[in-house]
């Protein structure tokens, strides 16, 4: 079986500081890693994977998110927030080999950047 | 390029009626999907397709059938709804081999 923990319902932060949204996952074997954000009443939009390769995968809009095998952690980072970055952001997971590419995603983080 | 098209986009329906939610996507994916977001819950898996004529059960399939008669289209279907299934569903695909998913806008579903 598969899952991802989001620890936080929701993450305030400052216009211009640094944001970090939490990911960590359970999966057997090799991971796929994936971020997704969602803006009101709009579907989810892709940011960034982690396949294979180098831990630091960096995405759209100045996300980067850093894949940690030891902690089974994927969290996702912006040096500097913007208000349009508030969002509700999905981390998910598959195993390598996940009958039918199957997602499973975590309950979801809310980032609320203010001016 | 539309990419994953869901139709409609918000229904009311009131308990025990039926309704067939419409998914189509024009990128050729073999894979499509149905989802349901509910608040704290993320994304749940009820339903998908490896490629047309088959179809698969996810994490809450109870009340929800789908069917895959053509590539390009995944049909959900509620037959008797209930409160318990209003929620927001999402559509979506990928390719044989892929490693993400292209979304659909979503349907807002309110049951009565």
């Known amino acids: 079986a598969q899952s991802v923990a989001q620890p936080e319902d929701q993450v305030n932060v400052a216009e211009g500081n640094p944001l970090t949204v939490k990911c960590t996952y359970s999966?057997?074997?090799?991971?796929?890693l994936f971020w997704y954000v969602q803006y009101p009443n709009r579907g989810l939009q892709f940011l960034l994977k982690y396949i294979t390769g180098d831990n630091l995968v960096k995405g759209s809009y100045g996300f980067e998110a850093e894949f940690n095998k030891s902690q089974t952690s994927f969290h996702l980072k912006k040096p500097s927030a913007l208000v349009s970055d508030s969002a509700l952001y999905f981390c998910?997971?598959?195993?390598?080999?996940?009958?039918?590419?199957?997602?499973?995603f975590g309950g979801g983080t809310r980032v609320l950047v203010k001016p | 390029n539309a990419g994953v098209t869901q139709t409609p986009k918000f229904r009311v329906l009131k308990t025990g009626q039926s309704m067939t939610l419409l998914c189509a996507q024009d990128?050729?994916?073999?894979?499509m999907y149905w989802y349901r977001q509910d608040p704290g819950m993320g994304l749940r898996l009820i339903h998908y397709?490896?490629?047309?004529?088959?179809?698969a059960k996810g994490e809450v399939p109870d009340g929800y059938n789908v069917s895959r008669l053509k590539k390009q289209n995944f049909l959900l279907g509620l037959e008797s709804a209930a409160p318990s299934q209003t929620s927001v569903y999402f559509c979506?695909?990928?390719?044989?081999?892929?490693?993400?998913?292209?979304f659909g806008s979503g349907t807002r579903l309110t049951v009565v």
């Open positions: 990128m050729n994916h073999e894979y």
């Open positions: 979506a695909s990928s390719y044989l081999g892929g490693n993400g998913y292209t």
């Open positions: 999966v057997s074997g090799n991971p796929y």
């Open positions: 998910a997971v598959r195993a390598f080999k996940a009958a039918g590419n199957k997602l499973t």
């Open positions: 397709s490896v490629g047309e004529g088959t179809t």
